[in-house]
């Protein structure tokens, strides 16, 4: 059954249409990650699952309910990590989660959620007190309160240092492990590829992707990075490379050259490098990175190598 089920959705705030058209079904028990870059519509699509704001068009159903009219039934049993969430500065974190729990009309240990969220020791404190991502934590445990059947979080793991990113990812686990729907937006793309099932791309308000990782990465044809290590490549060798059939882009250094290519491309470029006289010394590849796929997709680019990317 469907968790989330968005049907010709439609947004538009004046001249902007900040979502359009939109189907999207999100299966129970998912983990989906919904990608996009700034101002792609991902906030504007979570907001009227919760009916904080209305579409201009179609229809949005959430839990099997109507997002509009039985939003309050649909709020009862969501838990929601908003973007940028402000604390109540005077009151103490564990105060924020009794205020959950009431809100929610549940009974529960707020300090057996803090430890959940690794901010126990901080219960007593004032939240405005707390650092950016202790307050992350904070809101992420609020939104745990009363296991929700449906878990949105937006951009989760901002403010995050590495240790409470990989926390998070655990908690987002476990709640799926228990049969929870976790929907989740971000442009951290090592985020999604480390815990969703499925992701979907939104690109100016359209959804332009939606596979599991593994589904996206074939789509964009299986392109691996070669990096290979040479004694000195100039511009005309790196040419030649780029001219073979199977090779999207490629690049050089000097000392190395970076190929997007098929993986059966592989042994024509370092014949070609050996052909234009350059002395190849090692080689590596890797699989196309989510960071590719992403760019594809989500800025319409080819898919370009991690170093262009970085660059
Ligand atoms: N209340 C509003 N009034 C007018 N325009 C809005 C409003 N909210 C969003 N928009 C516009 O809609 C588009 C989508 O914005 P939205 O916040 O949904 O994007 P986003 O994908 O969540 O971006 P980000 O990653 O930056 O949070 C943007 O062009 C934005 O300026």
């Given at each position: 059954m469907p968790a989330i089920e968005l049907r010709g959705v439609t947004k538009r705030y004046g001249d902007v249409t900040a979502v359009r058209d939109l189907d999207l079904?999100?299966?129970?028990?998912?983990?989906?990650?919904?990608?996009?870059?700034?101002?792609?519509?991902?906030?504007?699509?979570?907001?009227?699952?919760?009916?904080?704001?209305?579409?201009?068009?179609?229809?949005?159903?959430?839990?099997?309910?109507?997002?509009?009219?039985?939003?309050?039934?649909?709020?009862?049993?969501?838990?929601?990590?908003?973007?940028?969430?402000?604390?109540?500065?005077?009151?103490?974190?564990?105060?924020?989660?009794?205020?959950?729990?009431?809100?929610?009309?549940?009974?529960?240990?707020?300090?057996?959620?803090?430890?959940?969220?690794?901010?126990?020791?901080?219960?007593?404190?004032?939240?405005?007190?707390?650092?950016?991502?202790m307050q992350q934590r904070l809101a992420l445990g609020m939104a745990l309160v009363g296991d929700p059947d449906l878990l949105v979080l937006d951009e989760p793991s901002s403010g995050l240092d590495p240790a409470g990113a990989k926390e998070m990812r655990d908690i987002v686990r476990e709640e799926a492990g228990r049969g929870a729907t976790v929907f989740?937006?971000?442009?951290?793309?090592?985020?999604?590829?480390?815990?969703?099932?499925?992701?979907?791309?939104?690109?100016?308000?359209?959804?332009?992707?939606?596979?599991s990782i593994a589904g996206l990465r074939d789509a964009v044809g299986g392109e691996e990075q070669l990096v290979v290590t040479v004694d000195a490549?100039?511009?005309?060798?790196?040419?030649?490379?780029?001219?073979?059939?199977?090779?999207?882009?490629?690049?050089?250094?000097?000392?190395t050259v970076t190929v997007t290519c098929d993986s059966d491309a592989k042994t024509r470029v370092i014949g070609a490098l050996e052909e234009e006289g350059v002395t190849v010394k090692d080689?590596?590849?890797?699989?196309?990175?989510?960071?590719?796929?992403?760019?594809?997709?989500?800025?319409?680019?080819?898919?370009a190598t991690t170093e262009e990317v970085r660059a």
């Open positions: 079904t999100v299966e129970e028990g998912t983990v989906f990650g919904f990608l996009g870059p700034n101002g792609a519509g991902k906030s504007t699509t979570i907001n009227m699952l919760l009916d904080f704001v209305r579409p201009t068009d179609g229809s949005v159903r959430v839990l099997s309910r109507d997002a509009q009219a039985e939003s309050v039934a649909v709020r009862r049993r969501t838990g929601v990590l908003p973007e940028g969430y402000d604390v109540y500065d005077r009151l103490t974190g564990r105060k924020h989660v009794e205020f959950a729990m009431r809100s929610k009309g549940v009974e529960g240990d707020p300090d057996a959620m803090l430890e959940r969220v690794g901010i126990a020791d901080a219960a007593g404190r004032k939240a405005g007190g707390y650092s950016k991502g989740f937006s971000s442009h951290v793309l090592g985020q999604v590829e480390a815990v969703c099932d499925r992701v979907g791309i939104l690109r100016e308000g359209e959804l332009v992707a939606e596979d490549a100039s511009e005309d060798d790196v040419e030649a490379v780029r001219a073979l059939p199977g090779v999207s882009s490629a690049s050089t250094d000097g000392g080689f590596s590849t890797e699989e196309a990175s989510l960071e590719d796929l992403f760019l594809h997709y989500a800025e319409g680019e080819d898919v």
